[in-house]
């Protein structure tokens, strides 16, 4: 692999590369996306329990030999949505999906099904009756359960824990005073040295969504709000060995692997009654990276995405012209005057769909992210399709940066993700150029200003923060108020000039420019083009 040396720059340049054609293709969303993959398609809009919002994929930075992933759901948890809060679906299961050849589909998956333990009955509406202070504490009268299974290589599914303990929804410092206490008895080690964790947190996503008000305001003016801050969502983790996860489990000579999640619901469902997961299921959800599904695929097709294997995708209907020679560099162009990279695009198949590898033709020469790098893999059996795809074998980053690839860190993504990455600063950098120049455009240095999340992570698993209990809505909307239907002049009417970062609304339903999820997703649109030119010129 080439080393971190030589490689700086040209990653560099790589990470804006991909960005850039990432954030390209965000005009085509629906209005009503928001976040990396929060609320993407309509059916699963009305669904959240079962809506994947962020994978990330992590070499564990604490514990050498094994790797994270966290997979969240649930978005928007307002922290007083109660008398009910937030369970995971006992009529779903949830799923990480681990490929290690390359051919697209599952070489290990990890299911989690999930039960009600519901003490409340007919005597009360409350979640918990007095203060809890241990997950089986006698006051907290609804709570839930977990089963983990494993398949390794299409094999039957093995039980790997039974009846654990979910960490429940924080409802707030009466009822639970000591919520890191619950946290840690549900944080379970299992045989193996694999580390699960199920509950809530915060939702580890941070990012300015008002991107699309002509760009932050047309002058940068609307930029500094976290527009997540303040709500949770429900988190699996999971820690495992590389040997479990890498071809033949060997990470050394395969150190490549591509990672997604999904959500499955049974064929038929009767909703508003509780039930276990029973007969034929259908997948309603899919994430590998951020926003692909939220604001790369159209909206007649969002649902069937949702519902498609990577191994499906190069089927997908793509507009590759508007790839190549993507809108939102030229409306940056016209706003900022920062010219717009050149068309055609032609590295984006490479980016995005294959992994950075020298051994696909493509025009990046360096090896980094793609299946193809691993020794063992046959090549012919090789399929492009869009997923998280994380080199095993890239050191721990000392000082992680928050721009990835983009700053030299080939740790970061699209090398995996962090909890910590930036994908927003790093589109917005990509757009002005950074792919040609591979430095920073100094206009635009300060990117969205939110430059990490609201809530600081933990240092070891499951690393994430703890689910926040302060009201999102502190009043004080920024529409203006109407009297006889004209703009009020009252005090209270007019703009709030200095916005918390949990105050109002705006944005929520604008869609986000994330650079790993719209960038990965471009690229299943681009690769379609080129495999079928490909399988044509072939002989």
Do not use: C
Request: glycine share 10%; hydrophobic share 40%.
């Amino acid at each position: 692999m080439t080393t971190p040396t030589r490689a700086g720059r040209r990653w560099r340049a790589t990470a804006a590369t991909l960005v850039a054609a990432g954030v390209a293709f965000a005009g085509l969303g629906p209005g009503t996306s928001s976040a990396s993959s929060h609320r993407e398609a309509p059916l699963v809009a009305a669904d959240p329990a079962v809506d994947n919002t962020d994978l990330y994929a992590f070499v564990s930075p604490e514990r050498a030999g094994y790797v994270t992933f966290i997979a969240n759901w649930q978005p928007f948890s307002e922290p007083n949505g109660g008398p009910n809060f937030y369970p995971f679906a006992t009529d779903a299961v949830y799923n990480i999906n681990v490929d290690s050849d390359g051919d697209a589909k599952a070489d290990a998956v990890f299911r989690w099904t999930f039960q009600n333990i519901d003490r409340r009955g007919g005597d009360t509406f409350l979640y918990a009756n007095g203060p809890v202070t241990s997950l089986d504490d006698e006051n907290l009268l609804f709570r839930q359960t977990y089963t983990l299974e494993s398949s390794f290589h299409g094999e039957p599914f093995k039980t790997r824990i039974t009846g654990a303990p979910v960490a429940p929804s924080r409802v707030g410092k009466a009822t639970m005073p000591d919520y890191a206490k619950l946290r840690n008895e549900a944080n379970k080690r299992l045989p193996g040295g694999w580390n699960v964790y199920a509950g809530q947190a915060d939702d580890p996503f941070y990012l300015d969504l008002r991107v699309f008000d002509l760009l932050y305001g047309g002058d940068l003016s609307e930029v500094g709000q976290d527009t997540l801050a303040g709500y949770n969502v429900n988190s699996i983790a999971l820690q495992v060995p590389f040997s479990d996860v890498a071809l033949k489990g060997d990470a050394k000579r395969n150190p490549v692997i591509g990672v997604w999640t999904t959500t499955e619901r049974a064929k038929t469902r009767v909703t508003g009654v509780s039930s276990a997961v029973q007969g034929d299921r259908v997948q309603v959800s899919r994430l590998g990276n951020p926003l692909v599904n939220e604001v790369v695929v159209p909206a007649s097709l969002k649902d069937a995405f949702n519902s498609i294997s990577p191994d499906q995708d190069a089927g997908i209907p793509a507009v590759v012209a508007r790839v190549t020679d993507p809108e939102l560099p030229k409306l940056i162009e016209a706003i900022y005057k920062v010219p717009a990279p050149p068309a055609p695009r032609n590295d984006l198949v490479e980016i995005f769909l294959t992994g950075i590898t020298t051994k696909a033709g493509g025009p990046i020469k360096a090896d980094l992210n793609s299946q193809l790098n691993n020794a063992d893999v046959v090549a012919a059996n090789f399929r492009p399709s869009e997923m998280l795809r994380l080199n095993l074998g890239v050191p721990v980053t000392a000082q992680p940066n928050r721009l990835g690839v983009l700053a030299g860190d080939l740790q970061g993504f699209p090398n995996g993700r962090r909890l910590t990455d930036d994908v927003v600063d790093i589109a917005v950098q990509a757009v002005e150029g950074a792919a040609q120049t591979g430095k920073l455009v100094d206009a635009l240095a300060a990117g969205d200003k939110v430059d990490a999340n609201d809530n600081a992570f933990e240092g070891a698993f499951p690393y994430l923060a703890l689910p926040n209990t302060e009201s999102v809505n502190k009043g004080g909307g920024t529409g203006a108020s109407l009297k006889n239907g004209a703009p009020a002049t009252s005090a209270a009417a007019q703009p709030d000039t200095t916005p918390s970062a949990f105050e109002s609304g705006t944005g929520m339903t604008a869609v986000a420019v994330s650079t790993s999820a719209i960038a990965a997703g471009l690229g299943a649109l681009l690769f379609v083009g080129w495999w079928r030119r490909r399988r044509t010129t072939q002989p």
